[in-house]
């Protein structure tokens, strides 16, 4: 499928998840407003996701390129060097599109153009109960949904690449992301400091899958965490109270256990938290499982996110190990 030059440019990094490619590109193919061009890059994957790329040739407009295993971060840079369109968007592979997607970012963007735009992450209904127990822990304002940034958020909203996008330009000014984790919360950062402005499209959601069982829900937190840390380290300004509350909940759930053997009295707020928990998720998911998995996935959550930051913190802010990350980071702020 061809077509002039687009206005957008979406770019996915993929690492053998050609299923969940499948349900992307169905949604993509789905679209409303179809002025894009699609750059699927397969990051040294061994289960490749060519064929599905081909299924959907006459759907969409989408180029695929294979390259060696260099992690998800100089992918999108390698996808953007490519990039035809005015504007680029990023999506993890796990994510599933809204139909009206595009057309709703393309309208904000003719009302009140901005030079980066996020938007925030929704469950499917087709998304299995852990999924939406995850997606709740990952997006209540009881846990660290309350710092990603939004309306009513504790933290200025910082854009992330399961659903963000920027202008050309700011990537011919600013540079791709750095090889790093936390490198999308790092370049929204970089982007404002150059003087761009960024806007938070509430509007403009995506289903976001994430992950489907509980140990890998753990690491991927945990990584979180101690990425806090390394962009602590880069930009200082960034670090907030707020980001000190997983480590505040670790450290007060230990403190609440020990006291319980003198006085079990001690359990009462731990017990009001988890009821607040319970509560909001069964109002927002109407169902008693999901409620339940919720408390799990929230202790998951915030005990990951906590005990990574507390570990990345010592040993690289106290200890004063890995000193010289800052400045081996920086060498992927620009372009080659």
Known sequence: MSQTTPYFSIIIPVYNRPDEVRELL????????????????????????????????????????????SGRSLTRNYGMERATGRYLVFFDSDCIIPPTYFETVRRRLDEHYVDCYGGPDAAHSSFSRLQK??????????????????????????????????????????GGFADMFGEDIDLSLRIRDAGFTTALFR?????????????????????????????????PESLKVVHLLPACFVC???????????????????????????LESLVKNRSLPIALLSLLTCTIQLGGYGLGFMKAFITKVVLKRDVDREAELAKHYKKK
């Open 26 to 69: 169905e949604s993509l193919a789905e679209q409303t407003c179809k002025d894009f061009e699609l750059l699927l890059v397969e990051d040294g994957s061994t289960r490749r996701c060519d064929e599905v790329a081909r299924e959907y040739a006459d759907r969409l407009t989408i180029r695929y390129f294979y390259k060696e295993n």
């Open 133 to 174: 127990a995850i997606n709740y822990a990952m997006t209540s304002f009881f846990t660290t949904g309350g710092i990603r940034g939004g309306k009513g958020s504790m933290e200025k909203f910082t854009p992330r690449t399961f659903n963000m996008g920027f202008s050309k330009e700011v990537y011919d000014r600013v």
């Open 203 to 235: 509007d403009a959601y995506v289903y976001h899958k994430r992950r489907v069982s509980f140990r890998s829900f753990y690491r991927q937190v945990y990584v979180f965490g101690m990425a806090r840390v390394d962009l602590y380290r880069l930009h």
């Open 252 to 278: 007060g759930v230990v403190a609440l256990l020990a006291g319980a053997f003198f006085w079990p009295w001690t359990l009462l707020p731990l017990a009001f938290y988890y009821g607040l928990l319970f």
